[in-house]
């Protein structure tokens, strides 16, 4: 269900840049600059009769809603890996399980990016180098963490399945 409402709001993501533009959530979580947002959020405020606000009000609204997104994708991937590894012994169960448990590492940046993205939205501006840097490196660890117990856990799955 959050995961339908967060597609609906995201139908209103527009910017304006001499004309109207879309843009996703994927653009916030992946700046190209670190100038990047501030400049989106200016570029947001540009468009014509109110339409900034509806843009505004469903950008947080996306943003609140992953925090009730978050809790079923971060622990259903770990629940998988656990279950998955329940199945194995050894090096690919400890594997498994450090994946699982790491879902947690994964959820607590998703808050942290969530918490910043909002305030940005308060008051933009634009960020240091070593703070994009550090951004990035926790999006990477997010995505990277989640992506690879999930895929992980998918593919020693399909190897059992396989196998009888």
């Not at 950008?59 to 199945?87: H, N, W």
């Not at 969530?114 to 305030?119: D, E």
């Amino acid at each position: 269900m959050t995961s339908i409402l967060m597609n609906r709001q995201s139908c209103h993501f527009y910017y304006f840049d001499g004309s109207r533009k879309k843009f996703s959530i994927f653009n916030l979580q992946f700046p190209v600059s670190r100038c990047y947002l501030t400049q989106l959020f200016r570029q947001i405020n540009q468009l014509p009769d109110g339409e900034a606000d509806l843009v505004f009000k469903k950008l947080r609204g996306q943003l609140y809603t992953d925090f009730f997104f978050m809790p079923g994708a971060y622990l259903g991937i770990g629940l998988f890996c656990m279950e998955v590894a329940s199945k194995y012994h050894g090096l690919i169960h400890c594997f498994l399980a450090l994946l699982a448990w790491s879902q947690l590492l994964a959820w607590l940046l998703d808050i942290i990016e969530n918490l910043y993205l909002l305030s940005l939205i308060k008051n933009p501006k634009i960020i240091t180098s070593f703070f994009f840097i550090c951004y990035r490196v926790l999006e990477i660890l997010k995505w990277g963490l989640s992506l690879g117990g999930f895929l992980s856990a998918l593919g020693f799955a399909l190897y059992l399945h396989c196998l009888y």
